[in-house]
């Protein structure tokens, strides 16, 4: 199983990057609950046979269509010992712990976060987000919120965040209990960033109105084009209202290991927490969320429980407190760390930069080839390491939709589709360590051949 797994890696060039699921291979998964035993090998054929060819493709250096990390051989091996050990991260004295202890030192260091900061591994940015706006909660309306609830106190808290925004800063305000009514959507520059006098206005619009401002949601490399607010900005509007001031870095915080592009984040180090993923730009297999608090204290009020079943003890293995589970919801926790640390203990912070600058130098180099295409146009400026363009049409957004799945159904690339200005553009977003300028150009020349084909036969 695990030769087979590093030649699909070895040779994943020679495979389609996706290619859809055909009807039986589906019915296959249908049957019933197995109530006898089968052989490992006949199971794991089954796996070789009828998964591994049909997954999305996210390890394949033509896969551009979300922000989806390419993993590394690394990281798998370190998933294997993980599973075997079978740690749950939840709490008590163990070593793995310690280990999670030490990825948290390493993103205080990074973000320039005090000795006294908190973090937790989490799914994703999404839980990382909910959490941060939870841990905010509580900075504004005390812990007294967590028995009594939002309404106890009497106030209307606000949010805010941009357009740009990615839904789960929304989501996160509907499970806090706050509602998404709440969370005030800020529109964007021309640089597709939080608009920040529109915010500043919005603010002094809601404390008039008899509202409680209480958190800005800021965004290092949007969903849609990959635009950095401006963190310093945001940061001080933050600081003289005195509102949280939180980063959904989902991919982009990780730009601060690559010195060429740390400076686009400036401000990120004021931030009261930031969210974002190690499965993205880090290259770790999903998956590898992380939230980082600047107030630990107050984090750890956030989540902790008096549990009888939760004893902490001065010694013996109910020791090591204050446990993982006193800083988020959940009390059974995967060894994530482990995949984490081995990433980044085997390549080192510096060359895990060079493939963040190496994403976004190919970003560049497919700009330029784009603007020297005359049947191709650039649909938003290129901020890190996504590209958003179409094909010139009549019939532009059918046109670039049809090219979109023409070429996720080719194998060549799989890029996605977005709306930008109320217009359908093909989005590719570069994150894999495999991808290489070949790639760019196969996407680029598929593109303009599927154009030709839609539009001569009229789509």
């Known amino acids: 199983m695990l030769d087979d797994m ?23 998964f249908h049957e019933t609950l197995p109530r006898q035993p089968t052989d490992l090998g006949t199971v794991h054929a089954s796996f070789m046979r009828d998964v591994l060819p049909f997954a999305v493709g996210n390890a394949h250096p033509g896969f551009m269509g979300w922000v989806h990390g390419g993993g590394t051989p690394v990281g798998m091996l370190a998933e294997m010992l993980a599973a075997g050990l079978n740690a749950n991260l939840g709490g008590r004295d163990q070593m793995p712990i310690e280990v999670e202890r030490q990825v948290l ?10 000795v006294t900061a908190s973090g937790l ?76 006098p529109t915010l500043e206005r919005a603010i002094a619009a809601d404390r008039s109105a008899g509202f409680t401002p209480f958190f800005i949601a800021a965004t290092a490399g949007t969903v849609d084009v990959g635009a950095v607010d401006n963190l310093d900005v945001l940061a001080d509007i933050a600081h003289r209202e005195a509102l949280w001031f939180h980063v959904d870095g989902a991919y982009g915080a990780l730009a601060m290991l690559a010195p060429d592009i740390a400076p686009r984040l400036l401000g990120i180090e004021r931030a009261d927490s930031i969210a974002f993923d190690f499965h993205k730009w880090g290259q770790v297999p999903y998956d590898a969320g992380f939230i980082l608090v600047r107030d630990g204290t107050l984090h750890h009020s956030t989540f902790a429980s008096p549990a009888a079943y939760l004893r902490r003890e001065a010694r013996g293995m109910a020791g090591g407190s204050p446990w993982p589970c006193d800083f988020g919801p959940d009390l059974s926790r995967g060894f994530r760390a482990l995949k984490t640390w081995f990433t980044i203990k085997v390549y080192g912070a510096e060359q895990l930069g060079q493939v963040i600058s190496g994403t976004c130098a190919l970003a560049q180099y497919m700009k330029q080839r784009i603007e020297a295409m005359p049947m191709l146009e650039l649909m938003a400026p290129v901020a890190l390491n996504i590209v958003c363009f179409r094909y010139r049409s009549d019939n532009a957004d059918q046109v670039n939709t049809h090219i979109a799945a023409a070429l996720q159904e080719s194998g060549i690339a799989a890029p996605s589709t977005t709306s930008i200005d109320g217009h359908v553009a093909i989005r590719a977003a570069i994150v894999n360590h495999r991808t290489h300028t070949s790639d760019i150009d196969a996407l680029l020349l598929a593109t303009l051949a599927f154009g030709a084909a839609a539009t001569k036969t009229g789509i």
């Open 6 to 28: 590093l030649d699909y890696l070895e040779h994943i060039r020679e495979r389609p990057v996706w290619q859809p699921v055909p009807q039986q291979v589906r019915n296959l």
């Open 105 to 114: 030192q390493w993103m205080r260091e990074l973000f320039g976060f005090p």
């Open 121 to 196: 591994f989490v799914t994703g940015t999404s839980m990382a987000n909910l959490i941060g706006v939870l841990v905010a909660r509580t900075a504004a309306l005390g812990v007294g919120v967590r028995q009594q609830g939002v309404a106890a106190g009497g106030k209307r808290l606000t949010a805010y965040t941009s357009a740009g925004a990615h839904g789960c800063i929304a989501q996160a305000m509907d499970l806090s209990g706050l509602g998404i009514d709440a969370l005030r959507i800020i529109p964007m520059n021309d640089q597709y960033q939080m608009d920040t």
